[in-house]
């Protein structure tokens, strides 16, 4: 059968055979028949409800009238189906509406959901995370009046944070917050660029709005965060008056059109009241918390995109018959093949192959990490775990989203001349997938966050858990029969990036940072590529010992006769092969990127800004 989405058997490995659960009483209803149902069900509804609206979105678009924005018709029963199988809180307490899954497994149902279509689940994500929010910093009244009616999707959730003249630069806003004789706030000012800002999904739309005090100080130190709801809620929690948050525009975009990005003005033609989230003052380090949560969701976006294009390149190339056999040469009788067997198609599926199973390694690990700093005990494990997370967020967000970008061309590629139009999916995918390079800080800002804070971060003791967590995996890999080749270049890898590590974080903390700052982004790619290689020997030394059981040996001509009669056998051939191309092909070019970082060359710091070009 076809695989739509993702690689089923791949989800298995990861979760069952690679990273694994976290054993803890709280997890315990959750063993594999359980879990195997889980995911079953999150494809179910993924392929049967939302895959459905991915063209919708994509050709029918959000539409402004009046200051009201609609939806695909399509959303609407998909939404429903989704929030009635409660799988917007799916990994959060069962007292706030949740079904208490570990994250790691609601990151697999999420690969699913977000792949079938990704605009139609930013409204999922910028709810959870607006919810999360109120739940962390909320009293007792915002949490009754907000939290259970947004973890269910009957309310929406946003993130207001850009405005046009401040971009990424969130100390310069401008939106003003005027404390009243009651205790709420009249808030004014607008904001842009704002995920499912506006729509008919839901009843009501609860805007975590970050503004700033009259009086507080300039910068983001005198930011505060408030609740500010599309309609007033009343003290029973029923829905009341418009509270003049209008929707003066939404984006004309390259890709995710069923996502409404709109501009909101709050408080221009009338009152637009808030309530103080958290403390005063607390907004940018209140708000992280759902950017982080958002840089993960992201992340995610970016892996099921490419995962869906893998997908339908691959099964394109199986069935496109085109062009005879390389070795047939010029036999007028040879009969033509599938592009799979031309060894240029089957370069840019492996390339899709070993970064999209990259992406689920590491995003799946990341999930497991989240799980044991909410279950463990040990005080110095959750400290050096919740580092670790630190330490993957640029990763996660950035360097996935980054090699979405470079996934989904491939799979246009693949299509040749039908990928690049509408007719199928893949072109889609690809326009898809840009704004997550952008999205909750640009890739160039998870970089500079990389060599800025986390090469720092407990003296440097953060990063080098990180590379005592890749270690540890080459040591396993030692004793792994048959991938001896493959421990040696990864431990060379991992050698090669601590040394870097150490040079780049001392540039950026001298009189040299502004040419550490120049090699951010080339180091964040180098970081990806080793963490990939790490992913890949993880998994390579745990499929080696289960192909050589099935196959007698890993001797090639006893793996390929096997692996023609038992799909397991050729699942775990692919996984060494995996290994053995991303670490021999891909990862050389990191060693050159190094250099390049080591050497430190000025130009970008030297080039006048006249140089670039005539005015």
């Not at 099921?304 to 199986?318: E, K």
Request: hydrophobic share 40%; glycine share 10%.
């Amino acid at each position: 059968m076809t695989q739509l989405i993702a690689d089923r058997r791949d989800v298995d490995f990861v979760l069952h055979e690679q990273i694994g659960m976290v054993e803890n009483r709280l997890f315990d209803e959750f063993n594999k028949k359980t879990i195997d149902l889980i995911i079953s069900e999150a494809r179910n509804l993924a392929i049967k409800e939302i895959l459905p609206t991915f063209k919708d979105g994509d050709e029918i678009g959000c539409k402004l009238a009046d200051g009201k924005v609609t939806v695909p018709e399509s959303f609407k029963r998909a939404w429903k189906l989704y929030c009635e199988g409660e799988w917007l809180a799916m990994c959060d307490d069962p007292a706030v509406g949740g079904q208490g899954m570990p994250k790691l497994i609601g990151y697999a149902a999420l690969e699913y959901m977000v792949g079938a279509n990704s605009a139609f689940m930013l409204y999922y994500g910028m709810t959870h995370g607006a919810a999360k929010l109120v739940e962390a910093f909320g009293d007792d009244e915002q949490k009754n009046l907000y939290m259970k009616k947004m973890f269910a999707g009957i309310w929406g959730g946003t993130m207001l944070l850009t405005e046009s003249e401040a971009g990424s630069d969130v100390g310069a806003l401008t939106t003003l917050a005027k404390k009243k004789k009651d205790g709420t706030y009249s808030i004014q000012g607008s904001k842009i660029f704002i995920s499912g800002g506006e729509h008919d999904l839901c009843e009501n739309i609860i805007h975590p709005v970050l503004a700033r005090i009259e009086g507080a100080p300039a910068g983001t130190k005198g930011i505060s965060l408030f609740l500010v709801p599309k309609y007033h809620v009343n003290e029973n929690g029923d829905t009341g008056d418009f509270n003049n948050i209008v929707c003066t525009g939404i984006e004309r975009k390259m890709g995710i059109h069923g996502n409404a990005t709109a501009s909101l003005s709050l408080g221009e033609k009338g009152e637009c009241i808030g309530t103080l989230l958290g403390e005063e003052n607390k907004g940018m380090p209140e708000m992280f918390q759902m950017m982080n949560e958002a840089r993960a969701f992201i992340g995610m976006q970016g892996f099921a995109v490419a995962s869906a294009s893998y997908m339908y390149a691959l099964d394109y190339a199986r069935n496109r018959i085109q062009g005879r056999h390389l070795l047939a040469g010029k036999d007028p009788s040879a009969k033509s093949v599938p592009i799979i067997q031309h060894p240029d198609v089957k370069r840019q599926l492996l390339n899709m192959k070993v970064y999209t199973e990259g992406m689920r390694s590491l995003i799946y690990y990341y999930g497991k990490c989240s799980d044991i700093v909410h279950t463990t005990q040990d005080e110095q494990l959750k400290t050096d775990t919740s580092a670790l997370i630190e330490v993957l967020t640029p990763l996660v967000k950035g360097y996935i989203t980054d090699r979405s970008l470079e996934v989904c061309s491939h799979g246009v590629q693949v299509y040749g001349g039908y990928g690049y139009i509408s007719e199928f999916p893949v072109e889609q995918l690809m326009r898809d997938s840009r704004i997550s390079m952008i999205y909750e800080g640009t890739n160039g800002i998870q970089a500079m966050d990389l060599i800025g804070r986390k090469l720092s971060m407990n003296n440097g003791e953060s990063f080098n858990y990180f590379i005592g967590k890749m270690r540890e995996t080459i040591e396993v890999a030692k004793e792994v029969k048959g991938i001896e080749g493959l421990v040696d270049k990864v431990s060379h890898a991992v050698t090669r990036l601590e040394v870097l590590a150490r040079e780049i974080g001392q540039r950026a903390r001298s009189e040299k940072a502004l040419n550490a700052y120049a090699f951010a982004h080339p180091f964040l790619d180098v970081t990806g590529d080793v963490t990939f290689a790490w992913m890949h020997l993880w998994r390579a030394s745990v499929a080696a010992p289960k192909l050589a059981k099935k196959a007698g040996s890993l001797d090639r001509e006893a793996v390929a006769a096997k692996a023609l009669k038992n799909k397991d056998a050729a699942f775990y051939a692919g996984q060494i092969e995996s290994a053995r191309f991303f670490i021999n092909t891909l990862l050389p070019s990191s060693y050159g990127k190094m250099d390049a970082i080591m050497e430190g060359d000025s130009s970008v710091e030297d080039i006048l800004d006249l140089s670039f070009g005539s005015k």
